[in-house]
């Protein structure tokens, strides 16, 4: 009988490099939200991909900022640096655009990380110049690493080939969670991420970043025989000014964030969902502790 293995694969790097696209590739479901703006990712997020004689445990997290301006960046920076803690395999994922000077704190939790530690470079299917080689030497010049992989994730390239990687890395070991379970987040939570990825991508500038939602009602309901989910959402901005911004002129801009968010929800749940959105102001949130800690940020 093969012995059953198991742990905690964790992905980390910059904003913006295709950590989400990659883990949401790799467990094969949408496990984190995805936009083309950096700091999307704003907590660690554990998708769960098992079988019956392996569980690997993937971690998004993220995007390490090199100069937090916020407390809940730097909280999003401790998710970032507490992945090299507790991991069993490191993917370290870069891109054929990225610029590094050598003196960034990543490369010395790298240096120091005596687990498996894979460089990924992502994007080879936009690699118009042949960039990924001189990324790769860079960075083995810097950091030594048990292997390169030049991937797409958007695109699944050569994906199969860093799972295959894993699977063979893997240590031996029990199930952490449930083999049904795909992540450890709530279906509240990815409710509330869903409507935070369409924030980002239907508003502007600084708004959206300064947004976070909360779920204060999660409740199936039955409406003329067939279940219908009943979710209250707020929707919290930390100026005046971005309040009616969110609900634009004759609330259309909140309607269309309400449509876009629902019709994924339901895609999502697999259920007929009544959606309700609420806009709160919370000046500064971002540095309020209590709010933090209201939303996950801290313990």
Known sequence: MTAHK?????IIGNPNVGKSTLMNALVGEKMSIITSKPQTTRHRIFGLLSEDDYQVVFSDTPGIIDR??????SSMNKFAFSSFEDADIILFVTDIFEQYTGEE???????KATVPKYLIINKIDIDKE??????????????TFDKVFFISADKKQNTQTLLDRILETLPVGPPYYPKDELSD????????????EKLLLLYKQ??????EVSISRFKEEEKNGAPLLMIYADIYVDRKSQKPII???NGEAIKKLGIAARTEIEAFMGKHTYLDLNVKIKENWRNDD??????????
């Open 185 to 196: 987040k709530t279906e509240r939570f990815f409710v509330s991420e869903i409507i935070r």
């Open 105 to 111: 704190p990543v490369l010395k939790s790298l240096i």
């Open 206 to 211: 600084e708004v959206p970043y300064s947004c």
């Open 130 to 143: 042949s960039k990924a080689d001189d990324v790769a030497s860079w960075w083995e010049d810097k950091v």
């Open 290 to 299: 209590r709010m933090l800690k209201h939303f996950g940020y801290e313990e």
């Open 68 to 73: 937090p301006i916020y407390g809940m960046q």
């Open 247 to 249: 609900i634009g002129k």
């Open 6 to 10: 198991s742990g905690f694969v964790n």
